[in-house]
């Protein structure tokens, strides 16, 4: 197997098939459309999928984030007494409060007096319960280095669900003081749906942008390579693993293009010829509506989102269309089912 390490400038993985000397793999490949892990081998979702024998992974970057923490920190700074909760809805969000803490952290070191020596913040998050959508967030937070007041409340594992709007009920059955509001924090480019459902039933909330999401400047090129590789042999199967509404519609637009090398997208203008057959999974109900949306027929949908959820719907819906699923045990809750959804008329 070949890997690059440090990742390479455009962090593309294409890796060589171990069982044919660098030759055709049998594995069916898949590309993911995220960032991984800087080493590329230990990322989960390379050894869940490599692992399986089944799959052939493939990463292609899609966003860069800038933390933005000024205002955050701020907040931090006087404490969680005024708050009811704190809500994040994913990693980058945890990794904005985590980096907040730290600034604080370093500034109030910093702080010497000569009688007390390095001050030490006053701030105290410790009972202010956390709020998560998935479970990366909420691990981030407990697997920091940060010191005790600043973890927020984790000791509950019932305020965290698999979609925003799975967690809004979670939040509103928690014992509330209606008098203080949820502190949100938010990307610029996240979607409205847990605020819109707590204004809905009158609950106060403030909500922070701590990150802002662009288009990874190589992503062109990354995709571009797609064209000088021999991983997608005529006929074959390839997926393609979309994880959010923003990254998959930054994607859309350049994969349009490039349908003569790769064929069309499902849902667009049917699979016929030898070109590959695409299908596409959506890490979750939110990316599988956006791209049901753009016209884009999903075929699988993690039922949990990480690597073993996104293995379990692969191998579901291949079994499916292999006509073994019944041998396979599949328990996908037909999650995985394939969508039939019609072409939007901007795309015919």
């Not at 030490?120 to 319960?129: E, N, V």
């Not at 291949?318 to 969508?339: K, R």
Request: aromatic residues 8%.
């Amino acid at each position: 197997m070949h890997c690059s390490s440090p990742v390479p400038r455009t962090c593309m993985f294409w890796p060589k098939s171990e069982e044919t000397n660098g030759g055709p793999s049998h594995r069916t490949p898949i590309i993911i459309f995220k960032r991984p892990l800087d080493i590329i081998v230990s990322d989960p979702y390379f050894v869940d999928l490599y692992a399986s024998g089944e799959y052939e992974p493939h990463f292609i970057p899609v966003l860069t984030e800038t933390f933005k923490t000024d205002g955050l920190r701020d907040i931090i700074s006087k404490g969680g007494a005024a708050w009811d909760g704190v809500i994040i809805t994913s990693k980058r969000g945890a990794e904005a409060w985590i980096k907040a803490c730290e600034e604080i952290e370093e500034f109030t070191s910093n702080s010497f007096s000569p009688r007390d020596g390095p001050s030490k913040s006053t701030a105290d998050w410790s009972h202010t319960p956390l709020f998560a959508v998935g479970s990366t967030a909420r691990q981030t937070i407990v697997e920091s280095a940060l010191s005790p007041s600043f973890r927020l409340n984790t000791s509950d594992p019932r305020p965290s669900a698999r979609n925003s709007s799975q967690l809004v009920p979670l939040i509103l059955d928690h014992p509330a003081n209606l008098n203080r509001p949820y502190l949100i924090l938010r990307g610029d480019k996240t979607l409205d749906e847990i605020p819109n459902q707590l204004r809905k039933v009158g609950r106060q909330f403030h909500q922070v942008e701590v990150y802002e999401t662009r288009q990874d400047p190589d992503l062109v090129e990354s995709l571009m390579e797609i064209k000088g590789r021999s991983i997608i042999p005529d006929g074959k199967d390839i997926w393609l693993a979309f994880f959010s509404p923003s990254s998959a519609g930054m994607v859309l637009p350049h994969l349009l293009s490039l349908e003569d090398e790769l064929g069309p997208l499902p849902g667009r203008l049917g699979q016929t010829g030898q070109k590959a057959r695409i299908k596409v999974l959506a890490i979750g109900e939110t990316t599988r509506a956006w791209c049901e949306k753009e016209g884009i027929a999903v075929a699988a949908v993690a039922e949990q989102p990480n690597s073993h959820g996104v293995l379990q719907a692969l191998k579901c819906v291949d079994a499916f269309q292999s006509a073994m699923w019944v041998a396979l045990g599949c328990s996908c809750n037909n999650l995985c089912i394939p969508y039939i959804i019609s072409r939007r008329a901007s795309h015919t």
